[in-house]
């Protein structure tokens, strides 16, 4: 019965840098959604999948950003070429599908010096 | 566009208080309707929820009532607790594209309650 993982818990990196971030979602659970929590832009959806279906990329904030999920189950994150303002806590979240609830992960915080 | 608004904290109230947390939205169709809260060092978690007109969502102790024609979702609680200190979340989701249910989002009310 374990709940969204997320991996690493925080993570430091140096502007320009490229980082990935992980989420395990929920076993069984189709959907599986991207967001931001910052400050000044309180909670953004960045991105989400569906089973098999192209990922809605609608809420990526630029091309530096790009996810992917393998086997529908484990998602990755990736932000290249880090900038300050991607300093920010990232949250995964997955649902059945079948109702509307997310249930997030813990987040990774996330910080560009 | 489709949109959360809720009140403005922090707010701060002594422990048994009465607690309301407002929330309007602005929504293109039929929203279901999301309170969620993040205590202190924790993750986001489901309070309650409401998929339709009129429905009520309730959750330890905390209630929320779906109503269409305010458009608002506005959280209660009777008596809070110190454990309740946390931040609060008002939410919607739309049946999208692609069955795209991402979560559209207040801004959050800090709540603390002092014993």
């Known amino acids: 019965g374990a709940g969204v993982s997320q991996s690493p818990s925080n993570k430091v990196t140096e502007k320009g840098k490229d980082v990935e971030l992980r989420c395990d979602p929920i076993s069984g659970h189709t959907a599986l959604y991207w967001y931001r929590q910052s400050l000044g832009q309180g909670l953004e959806f960045l991105i989400y999948?569906?089973?098999?279906?192209?990922?809605?990329k609608s809420g990526l904030p630029s091309d530096r950003f790009s996810a992917e999920r393998t086997g529908g189950s484990v998602s990755t994150l990736t932000i290249q070429r880090t900038q300050q303002e991607d300093s920010a806590v990232y949250l995964c979240?997955?649902?059945?599908?079948?109702?509307?609830?997310?249930?997030f992960g813990p987040g990774t915080r996330l910080t560009v010096l | 566009g489709n949109s959360v608004t809720q009140m403005e904290g922090p707010v701060t109230l002594s422990e048994e208080a009465f607690l309301t947390i407002n929330c309007t939205y602005t929504a293109t169709g039929y929203p279901s309707l999301f309170w969620y809260v993040q205590y202190p060092g924790e993750g986001l978690q489901l309070l309650l929820k409401a998929t339709k007109a009129d429905d009520k969502g309730s959750n330890k102790g905390f209630e929320a009532t779906y109503r269409k024609e305010t458009t608002s979702f506005h959280l209660e609680k009777g008596s809070v607790q110190v454990s309740d200190s946390a931040v609060y979340f008002c939410?919607?989701?739309?049946?999208?594209?692609?069955?795209?249910?991402?979560?559209?989002w207040g801004l959050g009310t800090s709540l603390a309650v002092n014993p």
């Open positions: 979240a997955s649902s059945s599908g079948l109702a509307p609830e997310q249930f």
């Open positions: 999948f569906q089973g098999n279906s192209a990922p809605d």
């Open positions: 939410a919607l989701t739309l049946d999208n594209a692609g069955n795209n249910r991402k979560l559209i």
